[in-house]
């Protein structure tokens, strides 16, 4: 009877230890589908931006990068629907307003291309003018 328990106790205790191990915070999970970028294997980085958003729903860079598994898909409208989720999170994005860019222009959408890549310089601009006015 104690041997069964102690079985069981430990089976249990690994159980709850590699369920530890498997748990990684949305940032961990972006910085893995980046890792996974660098080494060619863009399906398992999509995955990984995925869980980073299941894991927060907030997480900018998790769209963002989502957006980029799209494009490179060729699934452009839901490369579209990442960018735009990244920028409603956050409207100062400026990488997200230039892929957006990109992703209409690969749409044929040169309107709203045009706009996006608008967007994007108009911050890099004041981006550029906070930076410069920082510098002693």
């Known amino acids: 009877m104690i041997q069964q328990f ?12 590699l369920t530890q191990c498997e748990n990684k915070n949305s940032a961990e999970y972006v910085q893995e589908a980046i890792e996974y970028s660098k080494q060619g294997q863009f399906s398992n980085a999509k995955k990984s931006y995925l869980k980073a958003i299941e894991s927060d729903p907030k997480n900018t860079d ?8 799209y494009n490179l898909e060729k699934k452009y409208n839901n490369a579209e629907k990442a960018f ?7 409207p100062t994005h400026i990488n997200a307003w230039y892929s957006l860019g990109y992703t209409y ?17 108009r911050l890099k ?8 006015k920082k510098k002693p």
């Open 6 to 17: 102690i079985k069981l106790f430990t089976v249990i205790l690994v159980g709850m230890i």
């Open 62 to 69: 998790g769209y963002y990068g989502l957006g980029g598994m």
């Open 84 to 90: 735009k989720s990244a920028l409603q999170l956050d």
């Open 105 to 121: 222009e690969l749409m044929g959408k040169k309107e709203d291309s045009e706009s996006s890549y608008e967007k994007h310089r």
């Open 125 to 132: 601009e004041k981006l550029n003018s906070i930076i410069g």
